[in-house]
C-alpha cells in the first residue's frame, strides 16, 4: 500500500497562488491514480482534482477548472496542484488520495480511494 504526505499549504492573500505537492512511498507510484480533496470549515470533503496512473486523464470540479492544474511525476513519486487566483472559498485542509488501478482512469468519486494523507491547510483571508 501507498503512504501519502502533503506539504506546501499555507496563509495566502486572495488572487496569490500555492503549489501543494503529495509524495508518495511504500509502493509503486505509477500504479495509482491521485485525487485530490479539501475540507472547508463547517462543510464535507469534496473533490478537487485527479489524474490517472500515468496522466493520460485529468479531472477538474467546476469551482476550480481554469485556475488549478494537477501534474503528477512518477519518477519523483509526487503529485502536485498548483493552484492560481485564489479565492476566500478555496480555504480548506486539502488531502491527497491514491486509488490503485489497471487502467487509465481516474476518479472524482472520494468512496473509490483507499489511501489518504495527512492534509496540508491552505488559508486564504477575505
Known amino acids: 500500500q501507498v503512504q501519502l504526505v502533503e506539504s506546501g499549504g499555507g496563509l495566502v492573500q486572495a488572487g496569490g497562488s500555492l503549489r501543494l505537492s503529495c509524495v508518495g512511498s511504500?509502493?509503486?507510484?505509477?500504479?495509482?491514480?491521485v485525487g485530490w480533496f479539501r475540507q472547508g470549515p463547517g462543510k464535507e470533503r469534496e473533490f478537487v482534482s485527479a489524474?490517472?496512473?500515468?496522466?493520460?486523464?485529468?479531472y477538474y470540479a467546476d469551482s476550480v477548472k481554469g485556475r488549478f492544474t494537477i501534474s503528477k511525476d512518477n519518477a519523483k513519486n509526487s503529485v502536485y496542484l498548483q493552484m492560481n487566483s485564489l479565492e476566500s472559498e478555496d480555504t480548506a485542509v486539502y488531502y491527497c488520495?491514491?486509488?490503485?488501478?489497471?487502467?487509465?482512469?481516474?476518479?472524482?468519486?472520494?468512496?473509490?480511494?483507499?489511501?489518504w494523507g495527512q492534509g496540508t491547510q491552505v488559508t486564504v483571508p477575505s
Open positions: 488520495a491514491g486509488q490503485r488501478r489497471d487502467d487509465r482512469g481516474a476518479s472524482s468519486n472520494i468512496r473509490a480511494y483507499d489511501y
Open positions: 511504500g509502493s509503486t507510484f505509477s500504479d495509482y491514480a
Open positions: 489524474i490517472s496512473r500515468r496522466s493520460f486523464l485529468e
